[in-house]
């Protein structure tokens, strides 16, 4: 079957570093999408990767590895306001369809 | 750009009644998704319609259905209402459905509850 882990919650630090973990096992690959969803908000678009490496936009980084199912989305000098939900979501081969993670909670404290 | 609308916002139905949600996507996109969300659940897709066509479906019974129309825009409806079918529905349009770069844009979601 097809499958995207995340850690449920974190908690971090205002000022700190924080990285969310993104595990996925999917038939097929076409590029790895991470998304941020604020309470009683829609998701917004934070970053795609669909080739190995490191890809950084600002205070967030996301870093894939498809040799290793694996993605993290890397948030630093961490504020108030990134206190979300993260949303990992993989497109295989199926359709185009996207699969998504259950999210990741993260609570910002000061 | 106006982004992607939904209405209503807030509903509350109760067990056995049928609901329509609506979806008006983003002007251009041609691709929309529905998704239903639950706590500790994620994002479930429920299916996605281009061009008037249903494309992909997800693993949700007959009771959820959709629609949509010559403009794009999207309506999808539950039959027979369920307690476990109390959740935030969410639309994502998308200018297209075949490329792999194809960010999808929310809209705020659809709060049902059943009682």
Redesign the interface.
Known sequence: GQNIDQP?EMTATEGAIVQINCTYQTSGF??L?WYQQHAG?????LS?N?LDGLEEKGRFSSFLSRSKGYSYLLLKELQMKDSASY?C?V?GNS?????????TKLIIKP | KAGVTQTPRYLIKTRGQQVTLSCSPISGHRSVSWYQQTPGQGLQFLFEYFSETQRNKGNFPGRFSGRQFSNSRSEMNVSTLELGDSALYLCASSLSRTELYNEQFFGPGTRLTVL
Do not use: D, H
Request: a neutral charge; zero cysteines; aromatic letters at 22%.
């Open positions: 449920t076409n590029g999408f908000e829609a998701p917004t678009f795609y669909v949303l979501a497109r359709n185009y369809q996207l699969i998504w993670g259950a999210g």
